[in-house]
T-cell receptor
Framework: GAVVSQHPSRVICKSGTSVKIECRSL??????MFWYRQFPKKSLMLMAT?????????EQGVEKDKFLINHASLTLSTLTVTSAHPEDSSFYIC?????????????FGPGTRLTVL | QKEVEQNSGPLSVPEGAIASLNCTYS??????FFWYRQYSGKSPELIMS????GDKEDGRFTAQLNKASQYVSLLIRDSQPSDSATYLC???????????FGKGTKLSVIP
């Protein structure tokens, strides 16, 4: 159990376009999901916490108008990178907390590699 | 602010040896602790969770927790080249799924 999927796994887009990344919990309902970004050889950086039915909470320095997060159901959260630029190229990873878990583990999706040309 | 500290490595061990990864944390009230494995270019994968003082074994992996000393370790027995990865120690915020991660220890198992 505790499988999280992401789609797409890889995307290449032109500068100025918007890209939507989906994160799904496949075998559990997730009230809370997280979005991370990771640059090569760097640590995970938490971007935002996504709660079902409410606005996302963004970490300091993350532009909420650029990185739109929607957690419309208990199994789906989406991250939209608006007007993407080359500096947004990164590895985007979502994770989810499973309510049945007593000790609040997070389970990670496989990640989405975004390349902005 | 909660801190989680790990040696960044790299830690190199020969194949078949025991790899020992250590982590210390600052928040005395932390109740649970996780080890994630991250291969290069991949996302983290939860490999061990530990909540009680002492040892917890799962196959070749043993997690050790000492709450009095505020450290948690991960031992990998009979290390294999496929164990080469970055190992992340993580501690959840109280009452939350949000995790504080250490910077990770890069392990290389030499054939």
């Amino acid at each position: 159990g505790a499988v999280v999927s992401q789609h797409p796994s890889r995307v290449i887009c032109k500068s100025g376009t918007s890209v939507k990344i989906e994160c799904r919990s496949l075998d559990f309902q997730a009230t809370t999901m997280f979005w991370y970004r990771q640059f090569p050889k760097k640590s995970l950086m938490l971007m935002a916490t996504s709660n079902e039915g409410s606005k996302a909470t963004y970490e300091q320095g993350v532009e909420k108008d650029k990185f739109l997060i929607n957690h419309a159901s208990l199994t789906l959260s989406t991250l939209t990178v608006t007007s993407a630029h080359p500096e947004d190229s990164s590895f985007y990873i979502c994770s989810a907390g499973r309510p049945e878990s007593t000790y609040n583990e997070q389970f990670f999706g496989p990640g989405t590699r975004l390349t902005v040309l | 602010q909660k801190e989680v500290e790990q040696n960044s490595g790299p830690l190199s061990v020969p194949e078949g040896a025991i790899a020992s990864l250590n982590c210390t944390y600052s928040d005395r009230v932390s109740q649970s602790f996780f080890w994630y494995r991250q291969y290069s270019g991949k996302s983290p994968e939860l490999i061990m969770s530990i909540y009680s003082n002492g040892d917890k074994e799962d196959g070749r992996f043993t997690a050790q927790l000492n709450k009095a000393s505020q450290y948690v370790s991960l031992l990998i027995r009979d290390s294999q080249p496929s164990d080469s990865a970055t190992y992340l120690c993580a501690v959840p915020e109280a009452g939350s799924y949000q995790l504080t991660f250490g910077k990770g220890t890069k392990l290389s198992v030499i054939p």
